[in-house]
């Protein structure tokens, strides 16, 4: 197995054009690199690279495009200092025709540059759209950031831009044991609302083994959510309601990392060509992004690398497999709105004993609210069936009277009401909630 690289990848994405993934991307590297990282921003966009007008840099003379063009040996020769101390760039050539059409080889050659850049943190800025460049660029990070804005179009884009990731991860997991086609074929694959889980189930009769590498790189894939352009803090409810979607048919967590509000300084700041984090004065926005960098400075990635750095020993034979086609932007699998709920969700991770139908089963507690809970198990309730839940590593081991809204044996989840006064709910959420958060590199959602 490869060593551990030394520089954290963080890839940012987007479904669409607009979302102001390189807004969010430079203001992390200046956030993180205000931390005290040595950060260098890779511009992944081939095709309409703009981090460099951001920093308010000139043409540069060596970029991306020189080192694909083997007019340079190493994307280090392409680095060009920001301004910012500890913050350098490896900028993107504007207006070269098929540009982000690259050979796979020579995307191969950027990708494993990429990993080599000497630094703390390197955060690439991938292109639009959902092409194998764009996806590839993108899951080459140790931690994925999707970027959405809180509207249909937007968010519709982003999920079939995380299903166009997740199922190319899963291809490149499969044909590393030369079963490419049992991706390339799947339903789950083509149709918007087959499952993951419904493809893990299958596969785990055809093949046991790809089913765990499966489920490991999805364990490991490092998503995350960042909501901008957000004016209404009810507006982040249809981010949320996309990162539990993405949970119930991609089978991926996909926690909401940060939102940033609609700020009139971050939309001057692309015109003036500085990153607006670096005038902030304390405004919710910027606070929002040094939140966000802390937090993605803190995640220890060691973990997600292992499962990766053992396919990069064969990626030609990867490759080599016929591609599938890119997933494009639809409708989405169900409905917002059987997904935003009343009451924030926090993720958690506790044990608990479940009692229904005269039984006392043990489970795990994964999420809860004011309203409720999700717990997994071997094999949950029905909907409608009435019963209690046993926080047994809570002090006391309270309990709570709750009935079952909804549940999926092939999931091994159900969600659960509580059936208590609202201010006793809260409480107890909040004690679980303060006690038991989850780790973002848990390895949740497998088998409880």
């Known amino acids: 197995m490869a060593t551990s690289r030394r520089a954290k990848i963080i890839s940012v994405g987007g479904g669409k054009g607009g979302v102001g993934k390189s807004v969010v ?12 990282a040595r ?4 511009d992944g966009d081939l095709g309409s690279p703009n981090l460099h007008t951001l920093f308010g840099l000139p043409r540069l003379p060596r970029t991306i495009q020189d080192f694909l063009e083997r007019s340079i040996d190493s994307l280090e020769l392409a680095r060009a200092t920001t301004g910012v101390p500890n913050l350098t760039l490896v ?23 990429i990993r080599d850049l000497e ?13 194998f460049n764009v996806l590839d660029l993108f899951d080459t990070g140790d931690l994925r950031l999707t970027v959405m804005l809180p509207q249909l179009t937007s968010v519709e884009n982003g999920y079939a831009f995380l299903k166009g990731a997740v199922f190319r991860e899963l291809r490149r997991v499969a044909a590393q044991r030369r079963q490419a086609a049992l991706i390339d074929d799947s339903q789950e694959a083509r ?28 364990a490991r894939f490092g998503a995350r959510i960042v909501g901008n352009q957000v004016f209404e803090p009810k507006e982040a409810n249809v981010l949320f309601a996309i990162s539990r979607m993405a ?35 304390g405004e919710e926005s910027a606070l929002a992004v040094r939140r966000i960098a802390h937090a993605l400075l803190q995640e220890q990635v060691t973990q997600l690398r292992d499962q990766r750095e053992a396919l990069e020993q064969d990626e030609d034979r990867v490759e080599a497999a016929p591609e599938a086609k890119p997933e494009e932007a639809g409708p989405l699998p169900a409905t917002l709105a059987r997904y935003e709920r009343a009451y924030e969700r926090r993720a958690i991770d506790c044990q608990g004993v479940l009692i229904f139908a005269g039984a006392s089963v043990t489970v795990r507690v994964r999420d809860i609210s004011y309203g409720g809970a999700l717990v997994e ?48 709910a809260q409480q107890l959420a909040d004690s679980v909630a303060r006690r038991f958060p989850a780790s973002p590199l848990a390895e949740e959602r497998r088998h409880p």
């Open 25 to 36: 991307a430079s203001n992390l590297g200046v956030a993180m690199a205000q931390e005290g």
């Open 39 to 42: 950060v260098v921003l890779v």
């Open 91 to 113: 900028p993107g050539r504007a207006a070269v025709v098929g540009a982000a059409n690259i050979h796979s080889s020579h995307k191969l050659r950027l990708i494993r540059h």
């Open 119 to 131: 630094a703390d943190v390197v955060v690439v800025d991938v292109g639009a759209g959902v092409s």
């Open 191 to 218: 149709e918007s609302t087959r499952t993951v889980a419904q493809l893990l189930s299958r596969l785990r009769q055809e093949d046991a083994a790809l089913a765990v590498a499966l489920e490991d790189g999805l």
């Open 247 to 281: 949970r119930d048919f991609l089978g991926l967590e996909a926690p909401v990392l940060g939102i940033l509000r609609a700020s009139r300084k971050v939309h001057d700041s692309i015109g003036s060509s500085r990153p607006f984090l670096l005038d902030e004065t």
């Open 377 to 424: 198990m071997d094999r949950p309730p029905a909907p409608g069936a009435r019963a209690v839940l046993i926080f047994t590593e809570l002090d006391g081991r309270p309990s709570v009277p709750c009935a079952v809204r909804h549940s999926s044996a092939e999931q091994r989840r159900a969600g659960i009401e509580f059936r208590v006064e609202q201010q006793a």
